[in-house]
């Protein structure tokens, strides 16, 4: 059934909502459908309304279609519904409401003179709280909060918006905080706003005016607030909001909570908050603590207490889902704020909150990029109970492998206080205190998390799982229950684990020695164990720093222990890579390196791979000991594995619900240069089990294969490797391109794949061919060796299939799901994940025809272009050529701007080439532009090819 009322709906009040309900019950039919219709100003007029609408049209319509109980709103209405506009809109009832039974007769008569004729016209009484509420009288009992803001609104002075709304005596600034919530949520034109206990507009009047409404239970508040401002406010209780789900972008309700009757009253309007936004939600100003009785303040008699939050109800509760909590942004100390995000998708989740986690935050801070980071959203979850020390104490009997200064270089740069200042010296210190200055870091750290809206600090979680959705985000699954049972979920765009280790025993170890009576050096570093006697006859199974760190530890308690280094059975030499400050002091030793050992840019000696602190104490100190290559676990009464350290990771699975497992060596486990723990995943690791392969970037010696590891680095070079890894161009779109490929069926266009949405196949074929033709390319045939760099779902490639029947395809992409759409639709080719910059695989001078169409805009840099375009000359053979197709040009780059504005809001992450740069490949010539080409996307006016004759 179908019912349809029209009227003016003007300052909207408790009888239209209540009126516009009882409509939608009329019908017994579930399916029933109310629509309404809004009458224009002048049809207003007509209808004999003295004054023109407080609100306007729009502001009517949208308030209208934001409540559940309204299904249609024809705005504007005509003024009297005909039988035609009956039956164009289905409606089988149509109803008036009258001020009085006998009001307004003859005009409805006139009016409704087609519903009436028809038999499916329905009078009703309307409700209007202004003539059928009598005004709130003095109440010496009062009940509640409620009849308190009653009573301000009636006899306090309405122009005094500060003193009406509880404000007086504050310094609260409505104008600044309404600037910083409109930051905070990223507000866009044109998105709406509901404002939760509005009051009578005190920081309303600073809110965005279009696409606002207000909610106020108080009557008389309201009144002031639609009096003063003409804004779009009803009177409702915020526990029954009245508006469908997601009516609202973003909801907004400051100091409202303490006033509502009992926690479960307050939790029930929060829970509507969420209901009715589709973005964002924020509560402000919770109090956490009761104040004294305030009588002049209450303008009643009574004793009023209010409702308190404390934070933690906010973590990861079931009654209360998805805030982040956060310093309040004005006021007490005790008060905070907490908003809840429909789509909270972080930029960065950081798994481990210890010297690595804490040491990559850090990184962004000492760049300049802290603040960036935060507001990207950033979450890091440490199973402890405080950030930045990990388990750095439990190494009592051990001392740091560095300088003390070393760790003061970022304490001082960020102004942090240290518990010890004394500490910052040339030498080692002892682990203890090395703890003890990595948690105030990590101190400094929590105290920004716990102040910003977005972004997070969570102690006391643990991580379940990571797991790779198919839109190419990753749900980190956690608990805080040491029962494992309660599992919460956090999304996020990049990962990064820094988990820590856990011993590694190589697998000839374990073929050799049966597990009973394999040890593990961290019980003697952490648990202070003896051997069996001072003379005990000890295997220690391992040549690096962790194995002579416990030769030095085992020493210092039993001087007469026999020590024997078990060295895997291929290693060869007797002397291990031992850390010297100079080439000077190596040579003062004097000590053996070669030339490879030294770094070049500090000259000291096996700077990564060399033994540090106690293990180089050890080693320099000639103390008695054997080294082998040979274990017999018969000859020892101890076996004590000090190999070092695998990432203890969390479980992981890609899209498809495979296990990610991460690659390990005998140093450690593997991550790319770029801190990527697996090639095709936005998953990257650093700390104890997993540091970088040393590079160019972090420095050190060009002999060394071990990783690159340590606190500075990771605040400095490994923290900047990972950052720039994470914020790079390339990344961010191999990502959306990951999530475009698996949303594509069997029937999406490859073409569409890559973007190119606005042609059918037959025009895209037609752009092909005719860029290939204005290039002056010829004899493309069925054996023609093509390679396309960036060849996503293959639909360049696919037209030069259908086109001229070539069939020697092959081709990389990063995003491995259009891989396997390219690798499925077009089995002729061979295609294969990986960057456009990283050909090596394919062979010197063995292409004829090399591509790259559409992806320079999405490359990091012009080194990134520079590198790839390199490659492809290296791979064309003399006498081929190179397209290099789809560059936006860097003079068009306002132009850019100009059209993305109306079909976008936000500004594109795309790079820009200026011409010159193509000058520095001989024979380049630049085809400008794809306009004058006769090409027909929406980019050609800045675009531009370029063609490469070999």
Not at 511 to 536: H, I, M, R, T, W
Not at 848 to 872: C, Q
Request: with cysteine; proline share 5%.
């Amino acid at each position: 059934m179908r019912i349809y009322c029209d009227g003016n709906f003007d300052l909207f009040h408790a009888g239209h909502l209540r009126q516009l309900e009882a409509l939608k019950s009329t019908a017994d039919d579930d399916d029933a459908k109310l629509i309404v219709g809004v009458l224009s100003t002048e049809d207003a007029r007509g209808r004999g309304h003295a004054e023109d609408p407080v609100w306007s049209l729009d502001q009517r319509t949208s308030l209208l279609r934001s409540l559940k109980c309204v299904d249609e709103v024809v705005s504007p209405c005509p003024a009297v519904p005909t039988e035609s506009f009956l039956e164009v809109h289905g409606i089988d009832a149509v109803y008036h409401a009258f001020a009085s039974p006998s009001s307004d007769v003859k005009e409805a008569q006139q009016i409704y003179a087609a519903p009436i004729a028809l038999g499916i016209f329905h009078a009703m009484l309307d409700y209007n709280p202004d003539r059928d509420v009598p005004e709130v009288q003095p109440i010496k009992n009062a009940v509640g909060w409620s009849d308190v803001w009653e009573r301000k609104g009636q006899v306090q002075d309405k122009k005094n918006v500060r003193l009406l709304t509880g404000y007086d005596e504050t310094d609260f600034d409505p104008e600044p905080f309404a600037q910083r919530w409109l930051d905070a949520v990223k507000w866009c034109e044109g998105e709406t706003v509901l404002d939760v206990g509005c009051g009578s507009g005190f920081l309303g009047d600073f809110l965005p005016r279009e696409g606002y409404v207000g909610v106020e239970k108080s009557y008389s508040q309201t009144k002031v607030f639609i009096e003063r401002s003409r804004r779009v406010v009803i009177s409702q209780d915020a526990q029954e909001l009245p508006f469908r789900d997601g009516a609202f972008d973003h909801v907004i309700s400051h100091s409202m909570l303490e006033y509502m009757p009992g926690k479960e009253a307050a939790c029930r309007a929060i829970r509507e908050m969420q209901r009715v936004s589709r973005k964002t939600v924020f509560l402000g100003d919770l109090r956490t603590i009761q104040h004294g009785v305030r009588p002049d303040k209450y303008v009643l008699d009574g004793s009023f207490r209010h409702t308190l939050f404390g934070r933690d109800e906010f973590y990861d509760s079931e009654a209360l889902p998805g805030f982040v909590v956060f310093d309040g942004w004005w006021g007490p100390a005790d008060r905070f704020n907490a908003m809840h995000r429909k789509q909270d998708t972080l930029h960065l989740a950081i798994i481990g909150g210890g010297p690595a986690g804490c040491g990559l935050l850090t990184n962004h801070a000492l760049n300049g990029e802290y603040e960036k980071l935060l507001d990207s959203g950033v979450a890091i979850l440490e199973s402890g109970c405080e950030l930045g020390g990990g388990k750095l104490h439990e190494y009592r009997g051990l001392r740091s492998n560095s300088h003390g200064c070393a760790f003061f270089d970022a304490i001082k740069e960020l102004g942090i206080s240290a518990h010890d200042d004394t500490l910052d010296k040339k030498e080692e210190i002892p682990m203890t205190d090395m703890h003890k200055l990595q948690q105030s870091v990590g101190a400094w750290h929590e105290a920004n998390l716990s102040r910003h809206h977005v972004s997070r600090s969570m102690t006391g979680v643990t991580v379940v799982s990571v797991d790779e959705r198919p839109n190419g985000q990753y749900c980190i699954k956690y608990t805080r229950d040491s029962t494992g049972d309660a599992i919460h979920e956090l999304m996020a765009i990049n990962v990064c684990v820094c988990t820590g280790g856990k011993p590694w025993t190589p697998s000839w170890v374990v073929e050799q020695v049966d597990e009973a009576k394999l040890e593990s050096a961290d019980s003697y570093f952490k648990e202070n164990l003896s051997l069996k006697g001072d003379d005990a006859r000890v295997a220690i199974i391992g040549f690096s720093h962790t194995a002579f760190s416990l030769g030095d530890l085992l020493m210092k308690k039993h001087p007469s222990a026999k020590l024997t280094f078990i060295r895997r059975p291929t290693a060869t030499g007797t002397m291990p890579s031992i850390y010297f400050p100079s080439t000077e002091a190596a040579d003062d030793h004097p000590y053996e390196y070669k030339d490879v050992d030294v770094c070049p840019e500090t000259k000291r000696v096996h700077r990564f791979g060399g033994v540090r602190g106690d293990g180089r104490t050890f080693a320099l100190s000639h103390a008695p000991h054997n080294i082998s290559t040979v274990l017999d676990p018969s000859k020892y009464d101890h076996v004590i594995v000090a190999c070092g350290y695998q990432i203890n990771a969390p479980d992981m699975k890609d899209r498809s619900g495979t296990p990610l497992v991460p690659r390990r060596d005998y140093s450690g486990t593997v991550t790319s240069s770029q801190g990527l723990l697996f090639p095709d995943h936005q998953i990257y690791a650093f700390g104890i089990g997993c540091g970088l392969p040393p590079s160019k970037e972090t420095g050190g010696e060009p002999g060394c294969t071990r990783r690159s590891d340590g606190i500075w680095l990771y605040q400095y070079a490994v923290g900047s490797i990972v950052r720039n890894a994470i914020n790079q161009r390339s990344t961010e779109w191999r990502r959306i391109y990951n999530r475009i490929g698996n949303n594509a069926s069997e029937q999406t266009l490859l073409h569409h794949i890559g973007g190119y949405n606005m042609f059918s196949q037959e025009e895209w074929d037609n752009q092909v061919k005719m860029l290939v033709e204005k290039c002056g390319i010829t004899n493309l045939r069925d054996s023609t060796p093509i390679f396309e760099g960036g060849v996503g779902g293959g639909a360049f490639v696919d037209s030069l299939h259908r086109l001229y029947g070539c069939e020697a395809i092959e081709g990389c992409d990063q995003a491995s799901a259009c891989i396997d759409i390219a690798r499925k639709r077009l089995p002729f080719g061979e295609f294969w994940v990986g960057d456009a910059s990283d050909l090596a695989r394919i062979p010197d001078q063995s292409k004829e025809f090399s591509i790259m169409n559409g992806v320079t805009p999405y490359l990091n840099d012009l080194d990134h272009v520079r590198v790839a375009v390199e490659g492809l000359v290296r791979i064309t053979k003399p006498g081929g050529c190179i397209l290099v197709a789809e560059n936006n040009d860097l003079e068009g780059k306002e132009l850019a701007g100009s059209l993305r504005k109306k079909s976008h809001k936000l500004p594109s992450n795309h790079l820009f080439i200026p011409n010159s740069f193509w000058e520095g490949f001989p024979n380049a010539k630049v085809l400008n532009h794809h306009r004058d080409l006769g090409l027909k996307n929406p980019m050609a006016p800045y675009r531009n090819s370029v063609l490469i004759q070999l």
